[in-house]
């Protein structure tokens, strides 16, 4: 085989790969993931107030330019891309600011909720 066939191979393989990633993530972009959180076991009893609103269902949603969480009763916050596949957003519960981290690299998909002055946490994975 030529030096030019090979590269032309491997050009076509490498050009078939792209394809398939940029593909697979055209047709995940825009399918919603929903969450069900729940608190760990370590929480401090302080955390129990949030516990109600968390455990409903939040809805994370990968967008072109990052992704998107809304919360059951309707509250969105945009996501930003902190690495390949893992997006971070703040959210405002009342007057407490909750970091919210959603890993679409790992399998399942997870999100994690944290409230850190209290030191508070929240997860769960994708069904």
Same mark, same amino acid.
């Given at each position: 085989?030529?030096?030019?066939?090979?590269?032309?191979?491997?050009?076509?393989?490498? $050009?078939?790969?792209?394809?398939?990633?940029?593909?697979?993530?055209?047709?995940?972009?825009?399918?919603?993931?929903?969450?069900?959180?729940?608190?760990?076991?370590?929480?401090?009893?302080?955390?129990?107030? @949030?516990?109600?609103?968390?455990?409903?269902?939040?809805?994370? &949603? *990968?967008?072109? %330019?990052?992704a998107t969480v809304r919360s059951?009763?309707?509250?969105?916050?945009?996501?930003?891309?902190?690495? *390949?596949?893992?997006?971070?957003? %703040? @959210?405002?519960?009342?007057?407490?600011?909750l970091n919210v981290t959603a890993? &679409? &690299? &790992?399998?399942?998909?997870?999100?994690?909720?944290?409230? *850190?002055?209290?030191?508070?946490?929240?997860?769960? $994975?994708?069904?």
């Amino acid at each position: 085989m030529s030096s030019s066939t090979t590269k032309t191979l491997c050009g076509s393989t490498l $050009v078939a790969s792209l394809a398939t990633v940029l593909l697979s993530q055209a047709m995940a972009q825009g399918a919603p993931i929903e969450f069900r959180v729940t608190a760990t076991d370590r929480n401090p009893s302080a955390c129990q107030q @949030f516990d109600a609103a968390l455990s409903r269902v939040h809805t994370f &949603t *990968p967008t072109a %330019d990052g992704a998107t969480v809304r919360s059951a009763g309707g509250v969105s916050s945009n996501m930003k891309l902190a690495s *390949p596949g893992v997006y971070t957003t %703040d @959210f405002s519960l009342g007057s407490t600011t909750l970091n919210v981290t959603a890993n &679409t &690299t &790992t399998s399942p998909k997870s999100l994690d909720v944290r409230e *850190p002055r209290l030191g508070c946490r929240w997860s769960a $994975v994708a069904p």
